[in-house]
């Protein structure tokens, strides 16, 4: 599906094409500094330490949920069904955490638990798409309906709420440092990890070409399999981060953030077809939709006006990410 | 034709009628009716004149929008249009303020939904052509600009009452006891068999789709015909819209939202595969019957919200694998 990009290339590439070549991201960030810029300067609080923090609060979810969308598209598939797992990961934790008690045991158990079901919710998108070639998006809504019923069934109305020690700990501070941010240092060492894997490797060639990747002898239902579970994981983490930030169960909260999820990864310069991409790439593109949602409230928009104003932005923003991706790599 | 038809032990015979049940809209068909069998068992009644009268209504709102989908996802390369509820819910807004409960609004209406339906299509259109965009994205993004613009439309208050006159036309009997959105769909089912079958136009859906490099060698305007495309999905989803407002009475919130996906379902299960450049929509009508029916015995048999979700879910999938699976890997 790359293959039109593929022929013929110069000998003699400007440095700067390169550098777009290696870091396909470059565009999101200069957005992205735009946006920050924009921020600090109709409202200067708005980068204060408790500002970002707030920010970071908020999108950290989205943030774990475009890079769990990016493990699947780099591969050539999509995860429509990825809200709905964050859904059921949400009620599944808060469940659970009510039910034995709520002290600090309980709650890693729980949570543990939750990462089992994000993984096994993983699986399943896997088998359905990669085992049975079902085509991905039509599949994965249906693994979403089935989800979501399952989230309806074990909590059918939102409001039970999570234990105090555990949003307590998710907004308080440790050492006079914001909890969140040791969150972001774990998350960044992770994906500092996972891009040195086989499996990331692998997740790209497959989406590069998939009869190449077949050909040269790559378990390829197996890859996209591992993609899926990686996505279910990984959205089971951004679940724990809604429920920080919430502080209560809800069986349809995550239901919205899927195409948010979407639109982040191809901010950040990921090609939807599959075989090229970067996680930092997706973070970036959470956070550029973090920072369009708080510009629009800044700059002092009706209220009415806002969803416009956010739609408006975040379309321009997905277009000129394609456009400029494409130019600097052709 | 008699000698192949007589049930002869030929394995040719056999392999005939085998691969005529695996056509799609066979296989669609002969699930509407086991479903409705399944209907009529579980609950009696439910295959009754009235109630499959109400069904077919529900599934011509489907059908409709999936008529426009059904051709942006023909055109290929990766073509889909996630915008369409967007547009089914605006139009179903605009449509109910002009309006406004007066049957003599009802033209302008139309004219102006159609118009509206049209641009945001048009606006598809040229981001997936002369930007190249891909559709997902595209439309993804023009869904959260529909969105926006429900909400400063709406002000928060729900606002536009359909005219008699087009409630009427959804729901009460037309023309031999059967509503007039029946036999819009019926008309509409038939220009597109005409379109995609008889016309130029159709045959260069068809090129587009299944080879765009050599539809374009062979003179085809692919970015004109694609750009069409992306209009005509506008143009259905906004006559879907109008003939909503005409069901439900009154626009409320995003009441397109619930079509976006469903009809991209009713696409892949009429036996146009979202790879696109073959297909028809004969088949997407049944296969929005199909879901329609599906979703009404879920409501009939006795189960709560969440276990009616689940089995959807799973007969959803179930239904899938009836269908064109992808190729596997060969070395």
């Known amino acids: 599906m790359t293959m039109?990009?593929?022929?013929?290339?110069?000998?003699?590439?400007?440095?700067?094409?390169?550098?777009?070549?290696?870091?396909?991201?470059?565009?999101?960030?200069?957005?992205?500094?735009?946006?920050?810029v924009l921020n600090g300067w109709f409202q200067p609080r708005s980068l204060s330490f408790v500002g970002i923090t707030g920010l970071i609060k908020t999108y950290l979810a989205l943030m774990l949920l475009a890079v769990a969308q990016t493990y699947v598209i780099y591969a050539g598939d999509i995860d429509l069904s990825a809200g709905?797992?964050?859904?059921?990961?949400?009620?599944?934790?808060?469940?659970?955490?009510?039910?034995?008690?709520?002290?600090?045991?309980?709650?890693?158990?729980?949570?543990?638990?939750?990462?089992?079901?994000?993984l096994a919710c993983g699986l399943v998108n896997g088998i359905v798409v990669a085992a049975l070639r079902l085509q991905a998006i039509v599949a994965t809504f249906a693994t979403s309906i089935f989800f979501t019923g399952l989230a309806l069934y074990i909590q059918p109305v939102a409001g039970t709420p999570a234990p105090t020690l555990f949003w307590r700990t998710y907004g308080g501070r440790i050492l006079d440092i914001p909890f969140v941010f040791y969150v972001v240092v774990a998350f960044a060492i992770l994906l500092v990890v996972l891009v040195r894997t086989r499996l990331t490797l692998r997740l790209l060639a497959v989406g590069d070409g998939q009869q190449e990747a077949f050909q040269s002898g790559l378990p390829v239902t197996a890859v996209r399999i591992g993609g899926y579970a990686l996505c279910g994981v990984f959205a089971?983490?951004?679940?724990?981060?809604?429920?920080?930030?919430?502080?209560?169960?809800?069986?349809?909260?995550?239901?919205?953030?899927?195409?948010?999820?979407?639109?982040?990864?191809?901010?950040?310069?990921?090609?939807?077809?599959?075989?090229?991409?970067?996680?930092?790439?997706?973070?970036?593109?959470?956070?550029?939709?973090?920072?369009?949602?708080?510009?629009?409230?800044?700059?002092?928009?009706?209220?009415?006006?806002?969803?416009?104003?956010?739609?408006?932005?975040?379309?321009?923003?997905?277009?000129?990410?394609?456009?400029?991706?494409?130019?600097?790599?052709? | 034709m008699s000698d192949a038809a007589t049930p002869s032990h030929s394995?040719?015979?056999?392999?005939?009628?085998?691969e005529f049940a695996k056509q799609p809209l066979v296989v669609a068909l002969i699930l509407v009716a086991a479903l409705l069998y399944l209907g009529e068992t579980l609950s009696p009644g439910f295959a009754s004149g009235q109630q499959i009268m109400r069904l077919l209504i529900v599934a011509a709102l489907l059908g409709i929008v999936a008529a426009g989908q059904n051709l942006v996802v023909l055109g290929g390369r990766e073509g889909i249009d996630l915008s369409v509820g967007g547009v089914v819910s605006l139009s179903a807004i605009v449509?109910?303020?002009?309006?406004?409960?007066?049957?003599?609004?009802?033209?302008?209406?139309?004219?102006?939904?159609?118009?509206?339906?049209?641009?945001?299509?048009?606006?598809?259109?040229?981001?997936?052509?002369?930007?190249?965009?891909?559709?997902?994205?595209?439309?993804?993004?023009?869904?959260?600009?529909?969105?926006?613009?429900?909400?400063?439309?709406?002000?928060?208050?729900?606002?536009?009452?359909?005219?008699?006159?087009?409630?009427?036309?959804?729901?009460?009997?037309?023309?031999?006891?059967v509503p007039g959105i029946l036999w819009l769909w019926v008309v509409i089912g038939l220009l597109m068999a005409f379109l995609l079958g008889r016309t130029v136009f159709g045959h260069r859906i068809y090129a587009i789709g299944s080879n765009e490099q050599a539809a374009y060698m062979a003179g085809v305007p692919v970015k004109a015909a694609r750009i069409a495309l992306f209009v005509l999905?506008?143009?259905?989803?906004?006559?879907?819209?109008?003939?909503?407002?005409?069901?439900?009475?009154s626009s409320f919130a995003n009441v397109g939202e619930q079509y976006?996906?469903?009809?991209?379902?009713?696409?892949?299960?009429?036996?146009?595969?979202?790879s696109g450049g073959k297909g028809g929509y004969t088949g997407t009508m049944a296969g929005a019957l199909l879901l329609v029916i599906l979703q009404s015995i879920l409501v009939t048999i006795n189960i709560d919200e969440s276990g009616r979700q689940m089995v959807f879910g799973i007969t959803l999938l179930v239904l899938m694998l009836f269908y064109g699976r992808g190729r596997s890997m060969r070395a």
Do not use: H
Request: proline share 5%; with cysteine; charged share 5%.
């Open chain 1, 84 to 118: 709905a797992i964050v859904s059921l990961v949400n009620v599944v934790v808060v469940g659970f955490m009510a039910q034995w008690g709520g002290d600090g045991l309980t709650i890693l158990a729980a949570l543990g638990l939750g990462l089992a079901t994000g």
């Open chain 2, 11 to 18: 394995p040719a015979a056999a392999a005939r009628i085998v």
């Open chain 1, 236 to 330: 089971a983490l951004a679940a724990f981060c809604i429920t920080g930030d919430t502080a209560s169960g809800d069986p349809l909260v995550g239901g919205k953030m899927t195409l948010f999820s979407i639109a982040a990864v191809v901010l950040g310069g990921s090609a939807l077809a599959g075989g090229y991409g970067t996680v930092v790439g997706s973070v970036i593109g959470a956070l550029i939709i973090g920072f369009i949602n708080s510009l629009v409230f800044f700059v002092g928009t009706p209220s009415e006006w806002q969803n416009l104003v956010q739609g408006l932005a975040i379309l321009l923003a997905l277009m000129a990410g394609v456009l400029v991706g494409r130019g600097a790599r052709a």
């Open chain 2, 260 to 274: 976006m996906l469903p009809s991209i379902i009713a696409v892949v299960f009429g036996g146009t595969p979202l």
């Open chain 2, 95 to 177: 449509a109910g303020n002009l309006m406004a409960g007066e049957n003599a609004g009802i033209p302008l209406a139309i004219v102006a939904c159609i118009a509206t339906g049209a641009l945001f299509g048009l606006f598809n259109g040229i981001g997936v052509t002369l930007l190249r965009i891909p559709p997902l994205v595209m439309t993804l993004g023009m869904l959260g600009v529909l969105q926006g613009l429900l909400v400063v439309i709406r002000q928060g208050i729900p606002s536009g009452r359909a005219a008699p006159g087009l409630a009427d036309f959804v729901s009460q009997p037309f023309l031999f006891g």
């Open chain 2, 233 to 249: 999905s506008g143009v259905f989803a906004a006559i879907a819209g109008i003939c909503l407002l005409g069901y439900s009475g």
């Open chain 1, 4 to 36: 039109a990009s593929a022929p013929a290339r110069p000998q003699s590439r400007s440095a700067l094409k390169r550098t777009f070549e290696r870091y396909p991201f470059l565009p999101a960030l200069i957005i992205l500094v735009v946006l920050i």
